[in-house]
């Protein structure tokens, strides 16, 4: 038993004994079907993301005189027009190809001038036009299931331990964080239900605690019968605890991934957040880590969600604001106001760069340092959630998104 | 139904401990609740007043480093530095959170604690900036702390003119339209009504209050002046102060030259107003008693702050003197315990070592205690809006908020207690004397004692009080 892997040996032991329908506490999760096959992802994207990096203009003086160190690299993953996709997002190139991946450029919420992250994030969150005075209470993403026909709790999930704006508000929303993982014998389950027997709150949402964690592979309720060694058990016990040391570097993956379980199912919505787009120094080598699991992110979406669902499914990842158009002191860049947008999904009508170009000359810039915003990001998420579930125009312009004017068709998706 | 000694400790306190004995008697709850607060001389934390050297570094550092021109070695060494104070400082807090758990474990007045954790969590201010995230504790153990048995109005003065609240309902930001400062800027400086209206809607009068627009945009207009730069006590600033006297709430401040004392008169004001009375009232019951609370001991409570002027002490002690607070732990009935809560209350049960604690790198308390509490929905004092963590059971009864209690209830005390208690006896140390048979059961037929122990945790006996 020296070397026993202890990964393998759960693996082992949950394909021996993983039996959900032998505890009592475990009842099937109900599965209520909400209408359409569509399904929709949005993913906030802590920290600002620089739009002008990800989406490299074509090389000019301008360019290399505002960004000298940013503007030199070249990645060769031209998309359009002389524009040239980070190479963090090297692995996304066949989406870009299979036309299952769009960007929108120079477009920010209507936020102007503070540039502060917690304001930033609440807009882009909250969906209004304006920021209120003290904290927004409700997300965009919850008005537009308190107009969604047939929603119920288990239609949309917020994914992670990250709380969200977005998904706050007066429908039922799932929450979950894969992080979320335990190991429980069948005959501790079984004695777990016993307790809870005349506790029926707390008997209903322990019995879907445990089949939310059996159904994403970590955990669950084991047969103990077959378990031999229980000291491996409880040291695989220990190293379950360190959500943060455990996996740590694919924490991102999991949620993806739960997503994909989810949507498979009966979800139609989910939410999740990534972080580490705050590139104030050296942003040639912070930008790959959060590129790198945006890219991750949109992957496992795909591969978990397989061909035909992934035909339904569009993916928004959205970022509060943009960054200053020339590079700071530190080879970084700091809080500006126009950014990016990325689209995915097989359901989009991809390989396209929306929106329009402003410029980087000075006279283009917004207060003379910022990529000028064209358009407003809750446009491009109302006319997804528009052609996803046929929310109306008026629902949209005036529930969901208060104040925004969609204008034309944007004809997103296929 | 009376007093009885282990609801005394379970419904108000941090739980029963196997080894700190609770108090006899109502009399004495309200003795040491009145008394000296002995546990901070033995798990301190640092006040405001006496800001903790490493969290001033930190601040100076950043100050430096901020300062320093762009791309210069100074710039570079002043940023190490920057960073060096950054992370002494969080080593140093997580120290604060350690403390303040021990004094749960440790104490014979957990009345306090829970008492200390409640008017934290009303007058939430997590920071906002780096350093203010640091300086929370601080403020909770000088504006809250010393308040919990006094006078409500004090610690809402305390509290709502700290530097903590200032910077997280955006006080900084306020000045008054009319104001010499708002005069010398052309834009971006302007009246910011945040605090002025959490003040009425959560700290007083309460959102069912009667309070109009009217009323915060005047509260609003008063409170210019208040501000405090970051790691620097409040001051008085007169040029950020809207002209003219403001009417809140039927009264008028300010009719002569503004003084911060009308500042302190409104709040005075407000405090004393019967609709504070009310919800405070009824705030505290439900947080000890869950949801439906008898009525006619949230009237008790009520009358009783009025009677003394906000006496919070005195609130206290009419809540232990009414039979209705000793109502007995109903099956499928109770309050359920807030995540924080339920840690602190199992870790008492553990009787977890000081040392043990203490002696835990920062990596492992995060990986034991912090994370596990942001999983189960409740990150440390930090909620997710100035209107505090969700009292109702419903929201803590989610299955996330349970796959996470569980998870830590199996891993967890292993981890901390200096010996896994066999789960029977566990029961008695945990649940008291009028523990379930079931449980009794549950942890006697357990396969190992490490779900012997999460099943006696997780039994709604440990989880509803």
Redesign the interface.
Request: net charge negative.
């Given at each position: 038993m020296a070397d026993l892997n202890r990964r393998g040996f759960l693996a082992q032991s949950l394909a021996v004994g993983c039996s959900l329908a032998a505890s009592p506490l475990v009842t099937p999760v109900s599965f209520a079907a909400t209408g359409g096959d569509n399904r929709l992802v949005v993913i906030i994207l802590r920290g600002g993301l620089d739009g002008l990096d990800l989406l490299r203009p074509p090389p000019s003086d301008t360019l290399m005189r505002l960004r000298p160190t940013l503007g030199a690299q070249a990645s060769g993953l031209e998309i359009t027009g002389g524009v040239q996709l980070h190479p963090g997002c090297a692995e996304l190139w066949p989406l870009w190809e299979a036309g299952e991946l769009a960007f929108v450029q120079a477009v920010s919420t209507p936020y102007r001038?503070k540039r502060s992250h917690?304001d930033g994030q609440d807009m882009l969150e909250a969906g209004t036009a304006e920021l209120g005075?003290?904290?927004a209470?409700e997300g965009w993403l919850n008005r537009m299931l308190q107009h969604m026909p047939g929603a119920e709790m288990s239609t949309a999930y917020a994914i992670g331990?990250d709380?969200m704006?977005l998904s706050?508000g007066a429908a039922a929303v799932?929450?979950?964080?894969p992080?979320?993982?335990?190991?429980?014998?069948s005959?501790?389950a079984r004695?777990?239900a016993?307790?809870?027997?005349?506790?029926?709150?707390?008997r209903d949402?322990?019995a879907?605690?445990?089949a939310?964690?059996g159904s994403n592979g970590g955990g669950g309720v084991v047969q103990?019968a077959g378990l031999e060694d229980?000291d491996a058990l409880?040291e695989m016990?220990?190293a379950?605890?360190?959500?943060?040391?455990r996996d740590a570097r694919h924490a991102h993956t999991r949620v993806a991934k739960f997503a994909a379980e989810r949507l498979r199912d009966d979800a139609r919505v989910a939410c999740f957040s990534l972080g580490g787009w705050d590139t104030h120094a050296r942003q040639a080598r912070a930008l790959r880590r959060p590129l790198g699991q945006l890219a991750d992110s949109l992957l496992t979406l795909r591969s978990g969600l397989g061909a035909q669902i992934w035909g339904h499914t569009t993916v928004l990842a959205m970022t509060e604001f943009g960054r200053t158009v020339a590079e700071?002191?530190?080879a970084g860049t700091d809080h500006g106001t126009g950014g990016a947008m990325v689209l995915a999904g097989g359901a989009l009508r991809g390989a396209r760069v929306l929106g329009q170009w402003p410029g980087i000359e000075e006279a283009d810039l917004f207060e003379r340092r910022d990529l000028m915003p064209t358009d407003d990001v809750r446009r491009y998420a109302a006319w997804a959630i528009r052609e996803s579930f046929g929310l109306g125009r008026d629902v949209l312009e005036n529930a969901v998104f208060p104040g925004l004017q969609m204008g034309g068709d944007l004809a997103l998706l296929r | 139904m009376g007093f009885d000694p282990d609801i005394a400790q379970m419904r108000f306190g941090y739980g029963l401990s196997p080894v700190v004995p609770g108090p006899a008697s109502a009399d004495e709850m309200v003795a040491q609740l009145r008394g000296p607060d002995a546990i901070t001389q033995r798990f301190g934390i640092p006040t405001s007043g006496a800001m903790n050297p490493k969290v001033r570094a930190l601040y100076l550092a950043q100050r430096a480093y901020k300062r320093a021109e762009r791309g210069s070695k100074d710039r570079h060494d002043l940023r190490a530095t920057y960073r060096k104070a950054l992370k002494a400082a969080r080593v140093e807090s997580a120290g604060w959170v350690r403390q303040a758990l021990l004094r749960r474990i440790w104490s014979e007045d957990g009345l306090r604690e829970r008492l200390v954790a409640f008017w934290a969590d009303h007058f939430t201010a997590p920071g906002q900036s780096t350093f203010y995230r640091y300086a929370a504790a601080s403020y909770v153990e000088t504006a809250i702390r010393s308040h919990v048995a006094a006078r409500f109005e004090d610690m809402l003065i305390a509290a709502v003119t700290h530097p903590q609240m200032l910077q997280y309902l955006d006080q900084n930001r306020s000045v008054g339209p009319n104001s010499r400062f708002a005069k010398k800027r052309q834009n971006g400086a302007g009246l910011n009504e945040n605090l002025a209206r959490e003040v009425l809607e959560l700290h007083t009068l309460g959102v069912h209050g009667s309070y109009t627009q009217k009323d915060v945009r005047e509260f609003a207009e008063l409170l210019t002046g208040l501000t405090a730069g970051t790691g620097q006590d409040t001051r008085y600033d007169s040029k950020r102060i809207e002209p003219g006297a403001e009417t809140v709430m039927g009264h008028t401040y300010g009719t002569r030259r503004a003084r911060i004392s009308d500042i302190h008169a409104a709040l005075r004001d407000l405090a004393r107003h019967p609709e504070t009375a009310r919800h405070l009232a009824q705030k505290i019951a439900r947080h000890f008693l869950g949801d439906q609370p008898d009525a006619g001991l949230v009237m008790e409570l009520e009358i009783r702050y009025r009677e003394t002027d906000g006496d919070l002490g005195a609130v206290v002690e009419a809540m232990l003197r009414h039979e209705a607070a000793w109502h007995a732990r109903a099956e499928g009935g109770g309050n359920f315990k807030q995540p924080e809560q339920f840690v602190s209350s199992a870790l008492r049960a553990l009787a977890v070592p000081e040392a043990r604690f203490l002696r835990m790198d920062a990596k492992t308390f995060d990986r034991l205690i912090l994370s596990p509490l942001r999983h189960m929905g409740q990150p440390w004092r930090r909620p997710f809006g100035p209107d505090g963590f969700a009292e109702e059971d419903a929201h803590w009864l989610s299955p996330q908020g349970m796959g996470a209690r569980l998870q830590w209830a199996l891993a967890t005390p292993a981890a901390v207690a200096a010996d896994l208690p066999d789960p029977r006896e566990f029961i008695g140390a945990a649940l008291g004397a009028e523990a379930p048979a079931v449980v009794h059961f549950a942890a006697k037929a357990a396969e190992n004692r490490r779900e012997g122990i999460a099943l006696v945790l997780m039994s709604p006996a440990f989880q509803r009080v």
């Open positions: 001038h917690f005075q003290g904290r209470k331990t709380p704006l706050r799932e929450t979950w964080s992080d979320v993982d335990f190991v429980l014998s005959q501790g004695l777990l016993l307790t809870m027997e005349r506790d029926p709150a707390m949402a322990m879907r605690a445990l939310l964690a103990s229980m409880d016990m220990d379950q605890t360190a959500p943060q040391g700071n002191g530190t | -």
